[in-house]
């Protein structure tokens, strides 16, 4: 029983008390004192720093709070009976606890001061709140943490009973873990801001939380796996609400998966006109893009029937070739009954209007040549591919964009994934001239096996490696002012075993372009060398295949100093027209569908004809100009 002074005269007590009704009734914080755990239940605990007072907080009586900010736990339970209700808790530094046999009720306090709130806000302190199984939390206001991967409020446990939580409305941005034995329930709302909801799951048994009118998702889903390794098809139901608004911005989970296995959220209908959040493992269509033979192709590696009413592909940097489009509509594939939409260089995608068309396990359905790797902006994303569908539960689905092939309008750092051999490489049709490149990762990298332009006396010769190459980066500078290298198009250098191939592909690759002063991000792939990485002689416009339209290259490019793609010799002259003559049908895994290195069958002597008269009337009309320049 709090009681005033005894020292006090009844002349003093009637002004504190007039005082105290002119100015309202005073709101009292009585902080957790120790530093280790100890029980809430003992007023010693506890004290008032603008009072000097001892005692537990109690809102039945006094507009009192609890706060904790000693590092201590206060812990609710364990034998040593309940406390009193506070009027609102706020966790600062520290943690409360409420264990088995404990009851913890935060109230609005008697004149309405605090609100019977919960409030876990540790300000980069750690701050935990606990409802561990066998205990209860009840509260008359808000239950919320506030953004930080310190505030933590953990409902439930791997030991036996039932940790229950009943709440008004609950506002999470920090981490929430909720176990199977959890029983949470808000008459209210359930909000997720900015932090992360990690349902604990153990075989078909998963933590829950139960919304009596809304659940409004976002942050991140961060599902935590402790029973057996969960297989495709299972699915575990995380929340349930009147509705269900919003997603998750993402999935994670420790779980090492297929690539083509994700974990996904549905809505889930349920009674009483409610709707339940299922959690669920699933396989996903793959989109395939080869970047040498323009491929692109829907596949479903798995083994289930996927379905779909509709798909689309988009590219930011507009490599899409709609011409070249053969659409499931053309195909009747994937079931058939598909229309197209209006295709262009930045999206192709079509709609199944009536029903749902069904990737079964296994299929593969090529759309055509319609990507090409050098269009877009030099350096631009080379994986600007995006790939969605809608499945037959509404979900809009991120498909996974798996890229093979080496062709990219960008520098390149080709890496055999098995012996760690690399190439600085030139793809695109661009000619670029650096000063500089740096090569960086977490702890893959090899620089006793670099072979760098600087060891090799190469590219100029002036090269100088940066000061103590290590696992975590490497690089090099040219050394002469105003200096720099030339690559043109299709030109590279070998730099040696660079990276362990048991190491994490994490390389990253920058280049100095000639006068700047940042540096560019270039491309890393991981791929064998192969023969479509080697020239072909001829295909000036790196379709890998030398026909026509490099004829067309040459004729419009001639008399320039500037060498063709796959050409290492400088200018366009007749040597190139002899070149492309010479392997004219040659391709390296073209369109048509020829293996690496096959040769179609020669043209029809009369097409070689036409095109060599042709080349003659374009050697006279450059003779021509350049008598009368």
Avoid at 52 to 74: K, L
Avoid at 327 to 339: H, M, V
Avoid at 455 to 483: C, H, V, Y
Wanted: with cysteine.
């Amino acid at each position: 029983m709090k009681q005033i002074p005894l020292f006090l005269t009844a002349a003093a007590a009637l002004t504190c008390l007039s005082a105290i009704s002119a100015f309202g009734q005073v709101q009292v914080s009585y902080e957790f004192v120790p530093s280790n755990a100890q029980t809430w239940n003992n007023d010693a605990n506890w004290f008032d720093p603008v009072n000097g007072t001892n005692s537990r907080p109690d809102a039945s009586q006094f507009d009192e709070r609890a706060v904790i900010a000693s590092g201590g736990t206060a812990f609710v339970g364990f034998g040593v009976g309940n406390p009193p209700p506070p009027g609102a808790v706020l966790i600062q530094d520290g943690v409360a606890e409420v264990r088995s046999g404990g009851l913890l009720n935060v109230i609005v306090s008697i004149n309405g001061l605090w609100d019977g709130s919960v409030t876990v806000n540790g300000g980069g302190n750690l701050a935990n709140l606990n409802v561990l199984p066998g205990g209860t939390l009840t509260t008359q206001g808000l239950l919320r943490s506030f953004p930080n991967a310190l505030n933590t409020i953990t409902i439930g446990g791997t030991a036996a009973g039932t940790a229950t939580v009943n709440v008004p409305a609950a506002a999470f941005q920090g981490t929430t873990r909720v176990f199977p034995n959890a029983a949470f329930t808000s008459t209210g709302s359930i909000t997720f801001g900015a932090g992360v909801y990690s349902p604990q799951i153990n075989g078909a048994n998963s933590g829950s939380l139960n919304a009596g009118q809304n659940a409004i998702l976002g942050g991140t889903l961060t599902p935590v796996f402790t029973g057996p390794f969960p297989v495709v098809g299972n699915s575990w139901g995380i929340m349930q609400a009147d509705t269900i608004v919003g997603e998750f911005a993402n999935i994670t989970s420790a779980l090492t998966l297929p690539f083509n296995r994700r974990l996904m959220t549905r809505v889930v209908p349920i009674a009483g006109n409610r709707q339940r959040l299922d959690l669920e493992l699933a396989e996903v269509l793959v989109l395939n893009v080869n970047r040498n033979t323009r491929q692109i192709s829907i596949t479903h590696p798995g083994g289930s029937s996927i379905s779909l009413d509709n798909y689309s592909i988009f590219s930011s940097q507009g490599r899409l070739v709609a011409g070249n489009w053969n659409s499931l509509t053309d195909q009747g594939a994937l079931g058939g009954g598909w229309n197209e939409s209006t295709a262009n260089t930045g999206s192709i995608s079509e709609l199944h209007p009536s029903g749902n068309g069904t990737a079964s396990g296994g299929a593969s359905v090529s759309l055509g040549s319609i990507y090409n790797a050098l269009a877009g902006t030099f350096a631009g994303n080379v994986n600007d591919i995006t790939f969605s569908y809608t499945d037959d539960n509404g979900r809009i689905v991120d498909g996974i964009v798996n890229y093979t092939g080496t062709k990219v309008n960008n520098l390149l750092l080709q890496i055999d994934p098995t012996s760690g051999v690399t190439k600085l490489r030139n793809t695109s049709n661009t000619t670029v001239d650096i000063e500089g490149y740096v090569v960086s990762s977490t702890a893959s990298l090899t620089p006793s096996s670099w072979n760098s332009l600087d060891d090799q006396n190469a590219a100029g010769g002036d090269w100088l490696e940066l000061l103590n190459p290590s696992a975590s980066q490497i690089g090099e500078l040219k050394g002469g002012i105003g200096s720099f290298t030339t690559l043109a198009p299709q030109a590279s250098y070998e730099l040696g075993t660079i990276f362990n191939p048991a190491a994490a592909r994490d390389l990253t690759f920058e280049f100095l372009l000639a006068g700047g002063e940042v540096g560019t991000v270039g491309a890393v792939v991981y791929e064998p060398f192969t023969v479509e990485d080697a020239d072909l002689d001829g295909d000036y416009n790196n379709d890998n295949i030398v026909n026509a339209a490099d004829y067309t290259v040459w004729r419009n490019n001639l008399d320039s100093p500037t060498a063709l793609p796959n050409d290492d010799t400088a200018g366009v002259g007749p040597d190139d027209y002899t070149r492309w003559k010479n392997h004219f049908g040659e391709s390296t895994g073209s369109d048509s569908g020829a293996g690496a290195n096959s040769v179609v069958p020669e043209p029809a002597t009369g097409v070689l004809l036409i095109l060599e008269l042709l080349a003659s009337i374009t050697f006279r009309l450059a003779r021509s100009r350049r008598r009368n320049s």
